[in-house]
């Protein structure tokens, strides 16, 4: 009987899957958490901004969204007392709190700290 020659396995390229952090179970309860207590606080207002915050519709430049006093990669926690409720333009241009060098500007928390 003739044996053929077996062509080799493909090789397995190892993938990993990239998810995001405000997906996780972790970062949802944060953003739940921070929002329920600014609202039930009378958060009305941005307090970088001052414009009127809107809770009930997302992805607008007005909607309310959760912010870390202290970013995520600068060892911020998930923890709501590292967290404060500004306008989802606002959160767009802080992004991760770089500031200007020598800018020594502290960040506003939501009012009724």
């Given amino acids: 009987m003739a044996t053929h020659a077996m062509a080799p396995h493909p090789q397995l390229v190892e993938t990993h899957m990239v ?3 405000t997906g996780t179970t972790s970062h949802l309860r944060f953003r739940k958490a921070v929002l329920t207590r600014d609202r039930k606080a009378g958060i009305t207002h941005c307090p970088e901004c001052g414009v009127t915050l809107n809770y009930d519709i997302s992805r607008q430049p007005n909607s309310a ?3 870390h006093i202290i970013a995520h990669r600068y060892g911020g926690t998930n ?3 590292n967290g404060r409720t500004i306008c989802r333009q606002c959160n767009q241009r802080l992004g991760d709190k770089r500031r200007p060098q020598g800018s020594t500007a502290p960040l506003k928390p939501s009012p009724g700290w």
């Fill in 19 to 21: 998810t995001s952090r």
């Fill in 65 to 67: 969204e959760p912010d």
């Fill in 79 to 81: 923890d709501p007392s």
